[in-house]
């Protein structure tokens, strides 16, 4: 299955890469002699990212009492790990971005991913986690590999998902059926590819079966339970049909608390879904 994922990945990696942007702002954040300046002239060579970036710090969500006018304000506002963060996810919609309307509504496609990301950040809070930058962007990314299904493989990918919808298979068991590999699988090994660290990619790998995913096991099971919960809102199903046990047991959080945190999670996942508005769907 993995050979499978791999294949899908690099096949798609040969063809499209992450724009030069995300990794010269990587390599000023990780160098230790960079300063907030050197972030913010690195941000400014592309001037698509930083005006979205701007647009992003002036929204209500911010609540600032006069405008952000200038990229090394918002850059000292958002610090380097958000502006890591909102770069590779601006990065890899941009990649996808023209990925054709007969094969993945792109918009629909990235809602549902903010709304993983916000479950997995909420999930997170209440099992006392504080890095909600992290588990925000391996929310975002975790269906990644849907992506990349539907680009190469789209009738399979579709049947799989018909199946799912049916109720006679998990969809990733239906993936595994028909692709022999399954989206969580090939979204690893896509931002594997991009070289992405992993702490990203090892989680999303490892989701559907969090208790592989060592040293990740936690991220991993917070994913599985966004997964489900993302499932759910978008199909109107239980919120927890989809979780597998030994999530349950990594969190220590309780399948009954879920229909409340669904509606937390519900106008978050709207209130980020405005402040991303056209930053995600669209090319950077």
Same mark, same amino acid.
């Given at each position: 299955?993995?050979? &499978? #994922?791999?294949?899908?990945?690099? $096949?798609?990696?040969?063809? *499209?890469? +992450? ?5 010269? *702002?990587?390599?000023? %954040? $990780? ?14 060579? !592309? ?25 090394? &304000?918002? *850059? ?11 770069? +590779? ?12 309307? $007969? ?15 916000? #479950? ?27 992506? *990349? ?54 989680? %999303? ?13 936690? !991220? ?8 489900? +919960? ?7 199903? !239980? ?14 959080? &309780?399948?009954? !608390? ?27």
């Amino acid at each position: 299955m993995t050979n &499978r #994922a791999e294949a899908l990945a690099n $096949d798609i990696a040969q063809l *499209v890469t +992450l724009p030069t942007i995300y990794f010269e *702002v990587k390599r000023v %954040i $990780d160098s230790p002699n960079s300063s907030l300046a050197d972030l913010a002239k690195a941000l400014s060579m !592309d001037p698509a990212l930083s005006a979205k970036l701007l647009r992003i710090v002036n929204s209500p969500f911010y609540a600032q009492s006069r405008p952000v006018e200038t990229i090394t &304000r918002a *850059v000292s506002m958002l610090g380097t790990h958000q502006i890591h963060d909102l770069t +590779l996810a601006a990065s890899v919609s941009s990649t996808f971005a023209k990925i054709p309307a $007969d094969k993945m509504d792109v918009a629909t496609f990235w809602k549902g991913c903010v709304f993983r990301a916000e #479950a997995v950040k909420t999930l997170a809070a209440q099992c006392g986690l504080r890095e909600k930058e992290r588990f925000f962007i391996q929310g975002l990314l975790s269906d990644l590999g849907h992506m *990349v299904l539907y680009l190469k493989a789209p009738a399979e990918a579709l049947q799989a998902l018909h199946v799912a919808e049916a109720g006679a298979e998990p969809l990733h068991i239906a993936e595994r059926r028909l692709l022999n590999c399954d989206y969580a699988q090939v979204g690893s090994a896509m931002l594997k590819a991009w070289g992405l660290p992993g702490a990203i990619h090892i989680p %999303i790998a490892n989701q559907l079966e969090p208790e592989e995913g060592a040293p990740h096991t936690m !991220d991993a099971a917070l994913l599985n339970i966004a997964g489900a +919960l993302a499932w759910a809102e978008h199909h109107g199903s !239980d919120p927890v049909a989809g979780v597998v046990k030994q999530a349950w047991e990594i969190t220590s959080l &309780r399948p009954e !608390d879920m229909s409340e945190l669904m509606a937390e999670v519900r106008i978050g996942a709207h209130q980020m879904s405005e402040i991303l508005n056209g930053f995600l769907s669209k090319a950077a």
